[in-house]
């Protein structure tokens, strides 16, 4: 199984330029998160989705967006990319919320915003 | 606000001998907690967990230990391997869809 898969691994980014983030799960799990891991930080959750069409707001969802059309699938929205969002983002999935089960990540997303 | 903390940025070990990784949390709503490991390029992977009802929770080499009075939890890895080095994040969530991840500890195990 491939479990979450993430694409671009690597990306630079100028000032203002917009890009998605692709994330795609073949465990048909209903939970989805973006995370993002900057320097000497923990993860933090950006936006998360429990089923297709649902999504909500985590700790740092603002110069976001994503979109949650199927199970498979949760892309991560960069509008107006600025030097701030320079980070690892991460994708997980999980089959049951968070206080129960474990996340499965992706391999991550280096993105730099020059 | 950090919810979780792991104070200890990295730590050295000798192959064979016993790792403690510390996490401390402030939230006492959060009654789940999990353990993950990070290799250099790779997303984090489960390593273990234990839920509020439990102290200790063992799995191979692999145990956590919680303190819900003290809000500490530890990882105990032994004996330790070279393999074993890598960044280990803390988590916790309270009920919801949210995990709250500490800065992580870089272990170190020396052969």
């Known amino acids: 199984n491939a479990g979450v898969t993430q694409t671009p691994k690597f990306r630079i980014l100028k000032i203002g330029q917009s890009m998605t983030l692709q994330c795609t799960q073949d465990?048909?799990?209903?939970?989805m998160y973006w995370y993002r891991q900057d320097p000497g930080m923990g993860l933090k959750l950006i936006y998360y989705?429990?089923?297709?069409?649902?999504?909500d707001k985590g700790e740092v969802p603002n110069g976001y967006n994503v979109s949650r059309s199927t199970t498979e699938d949760f892309p991560l929205r960069l509008e107006l990319a600025a030097p701030s969002q320079t980070s690892v983002y991460f994708c997980?999935?999980?089959?049951?919320?968070?206080?129960?089960?474990?996340?499965?990540f992706g391999e991550g997303s280096r993105l730099t915003v020059l | 606000d950090q919810q979780v903390k792991q104070n200890s940025p990295s730590l050295s070990v000798q192959e064979g001998r016993i790792s403690i990784l510390n996490c401390d949390y402030t939230n006492s709503m959060f009654d789940y907690f999990l353990w993950y490991k990070k290799y250099p390029a790779e997303g984090p992977t489960f390593l273990i967990s234990i839920s509020s009802i439990k102290d200790k929770n063992e799995d191979g080499r692999f145990t956590v230990f919680l303190n819900k009075s003290a809000k500490h939890l530890s990882l105990h890895i032994v004996p330790s391997q070279p393999g074993d080095s890598a960044v280990y994040f803390c988590a916790a969530s309270s009920s919801g869809n949210q995990f709250y991840f500490g800065t992580g500890t870089s272990l170190t195990v020396i052969p």
């Open positions: 989705s429990v089923g297709a069409g649902i999504t």
């Open positions: 997980a999935s999980s089959y049951t919320p968070a206080a129960t089960g474990e996340l499965f």
């Open positions: 465990m048909n799990h209903n939970y």
